[in-house]
C-alpha cells in the first residue's frame, strides 16, 4: 500500500499508510515560524526520527504508552531496529480541531462528548527551573498570582524546582497561548482525575528523561510533550504519549552552553530579513505574504555546527543506550561544544 501525504509541515511530513501513520521527518528546518527556510540540515531527519525512536523505546521500558510502531523505509516497512532511516510508524490519532469563532475566539464544544480516541488539544510542558530567556519568569511578572497553582514563590533566573512543574498552553490554534491549569481542564473536557492523570504522567516522563540525561552529563530544564485520549474500562480515560520527543522538543545545558539552535536565530537576528520580519508581524496576520525580503543562505561554518548538533547528540544517545553511534565518531558533543557559530 503506497503511502498518502496528509500533511506538511515545515519539518515534517506526515501520510497514511493502511489506520496508520507514518512521519517523514525532514532534513529542513524553521525558526521564528517563518517556516521552511533556505538551507537544508545534512541528516537532521535521520537524527530526529532515531532520537524518537530512542526515547520511546525508554518510555516502553518505563511503563509509558505511546503510539509509536516502528522505524521504516519510505514504504513503511520496518527496518533494523534503530538503524538510520527518516521515517517512522506511528498509530493514527485523529485530530479535531476548535471551532474558530473569530477575534481570537474558539469553540472547544467537542471536547465535552468525552472522546475516547484523538489528539488532546493542548501542549504540556515541564519545567525543572527557570533557565536563561524563560517565558514563565515573564509571566510570573505579568501576573504574580499565576505561581499559585505551583505552590512557587518568586522566581528568579536559574532557580531549580524541587520536582517538575506541569505547564500548559493550547495546541491546535493559530497562534498557541498559555492556559492555567483550570483553563487546560476545562477546554480539554477533563475530570479532575483525569487532569491529576496527565499531570502525574508528565511529571514522571520528565523525571525519566531527566535521570537519563544526568548519566550523559546533560542538565534537563524544559521539555514539551503531546497526548491523545485513549479508554478506559474505569469510565475515566487514559492518555498515551504521541507525535515524538526530540532535540527541538527539550532545553538540555551542558558546561554552560544549551543544546538548541538559538545561534542560528541568533545569526539571522542581525540581518535586514528579521528587522523587516519583526515589523511587518506586528501588524499583520499573514506576515509572510507582505514580506519583501527573505531569509538568505547559511555561511557554511554556521551550517556545518548545526548539522552536527542533531547527529552529535543522537551519537551520545545511542551509545549510552545501545551501545553503538549511528553517525561518524567525528560529531560527538565535546567536539560540538567547541565549534564557532
Known amino acids: 500500500m503506497k503511502p498518502e501525504l496528509t500533511y506538511q509541515g515545515s519539518v515534517k511530513n506526515v501520510y497514511k499508510i493502511g489506520h496508520e501513520n507514518l512521519f517523514e521527518f525532514s532534513d529542513r528546518y524553521s525558526v521564528f515560524d517563518w517556516g521552511e527556510m533556505p538551507d537544508h540540515l545534512e541528516k537532521k531527519g535521520e537524527a530526529l526520527a532515531l532520537m524518537g525512536a530512542l526515547f520511546f523505546d525508554v518510555m516502553s521500558k518505563n511503563g509509558i504508552d505511546h503510539h509509536f510502531i516502528a522505524l521504516t523505509d519510505k514504504d513503511g516497512h520496518e527496518t533494523k531496529a534503530f538503524a538510520p532511516t527518516n521515517f517512522m510508524k506511528v498509530k493514527n490519532i485523529p485530530v479535531v480541531r476548535p471551532l474558530e469563532i473569530g477575534n481570537g475566539k474558539y469553540g472547544y464544544d467537542f471536547y465535552k462528548t468525552r472522546p475516547t480516541e484523538g489528539l488532546v488539544p493542548l501542549e504540556v ?38 520536582k517538575p512543574i506541569i505547564d500548559f498552553s493550547t495546541k491546535l490554534e ?54 491523545a485520549y485513549t479508554s478506559c474500562k474505569s469510565g475515566e480515560r487514559n492518555f498515551m504519549l504521541v507525535d515524538t520527543i526530540g532535540l527541538d522538543e527539550l532545553r538540555l545545558e551542558t558546561k554552560g552552553q544549551f543544546l538548541s539552535k538559538e545561534f542560528l536565530r541568533q545569526y539571522y537576528k542581525k540581518s535586514d530579513w528579521y528587522l523587516e520580519l519583526e515589523k511587518t508581524k506586528a501588524h499583520e496576520a499573514n506576515f509572510r505574504q507582505n514580506m519583501v525580503s527573505a531569509p538568505e543562505h547559511l555561511p557554511e561554518s554556521i551550517k556545518f555546527k548545526a548539522e552536527s548538533l542533531y547527529m552529535s547528540f543522537t551519537n551520545e544517545l545511542a551509545q549510552f543506550l545501545k551501545g553503538s553511534k549511528p553517525f561518524a565518531n567525528e560529531h560527538a558533543l565535546n567536539k560540538w561544544l567547541e565549534l564557532k557559530s
Do not use: C
Open 174 to 227: 493559530k497562534g498557541d497561548r498559555y492556559l492555567t491549569h483550570s483553563e487546560a481542564q476545562e477546554l480539554a473536557g477533563l475530570t479532575s482525575d483525569e487532569f491529576k492523570k496527565l499531570i502525574e504522567l508528565n511529571t514522571k516522563v520528565a523525571i525519566i528523561l531527566a535521570d537519563l540525561f544526568k548519566e550523559i552529563n546533560l542538565e534537563l530544564w524544559d521539555g514539551k510533550t503531546e497526548w
Open 125 to 162: 510542558m515541564f519545567r525543572f527551573g527557570i533557565s536563561k530567556g524563560s517565558s514563565l519568569l515573564k509571566r510570573a511578572q505579568q501576573d504574580p498570582a499565576l505561581l499559585k497553582q505551583w505552590n512557587l514563590g518568586p522566581l528568579h533566573e536559574g532557580i531549580r524546582f524541587e
